[in-house]
């Protein structure tokens, strides 16, 4: 397991250590220090405000949380503060009273060996799923999309969310394994949201 996950962050270095912020080999990343980053999300400093970045791959709305998040996201930064924000898939809603689609950004945060995101789930800050990125369209079957298209998007108000992903899907899948593994390791220790001695809470 200790060689697995090594070739898996040394795949994800190698992308990162040819994007410097700059376009390459169809990934792009992004500087840390261009963020605040408050428990799952990550604040532009400057930029425009219909872009959200976020560290879950559906967003942060009444999810489960440790109490311990929010401390254990900035002392992990304070700790690599050359880190890469490396987007993974954009999610833009259109809605009727705007004139600009407001898009939801999925991240892994990422510097060298390690990433925030496998980070907090080892720690209990949040469950596996929760690091699931949204399927595109493409992967849904077409009798969800149109119960989604229905219900969830219904056409009268806002069209389905463009979802695209934009890295490679095979080093999503095996990112999903090491998230798989931390959470093991946080459930076998009752570490954050696996203990009942932690108030958690939703955010």
């Known amino acids: 397991m200790r060689i697995y996950k090594l070739l898996l962050f040394g795949t994800i270095c190698s992308v990162l250590a040819n994007c410097t912020g700059q376009t390459s080999s ?3 990343t992004l500087d840390i220090k261009k963020f605040e980053v408050k428990y799952a ?7 425009d405000s219909i872009q959200m970045y976020c560290l879950l791959g559906a967003g942060v709305d009444k999810i489960p949380m440790s109490k311990r998040t ?15 924000v490396l987007p993974v898939t954009t999610t833009a809603y259109t809605y009727k009273d705007s004139r600009k689609p407001h898009t939801s950004i999925y991240c892994w945060v990422i510097q060298q060996n390690d990433t925030l995101n496998n980070y907090l789930v080892r720690n ?34 806002y069209p389905l969310p463009k979802i695209e992903m934009l890295i490679d899907k095979k080093l999503d899948d095996n990112f999903m394994q090491q998230i798989t593994s931390a959470e ?19 955010r």
């Open 124 to 157: 209990g800050c949040y469950a596996k799923k929760e690091m699931e990125r949204n399927k595109t369209w493409e992967e849904v079957p077409e009798e969800k999309k149109r119960l989604e298209a229905e219900t969830t998007f219904p056409v009268s108000e």
């Open 70 to 84: 929010d401390s254990i996201v900035n002392y992990w930064v304070a700790q690599h503060p050359n880190a890469k």
């Open 26 to 28: 169809n990934y792009k």
């Open 41 to 47: 999300w990550l604040l532009p400093i400057e930029g």
């Open 184 to 202: 093991k390791f946080a459930i076998k220790n009752k570490l954050g949201i696996w203990t009942d001695k932690e108030t958690n809470a939703s």
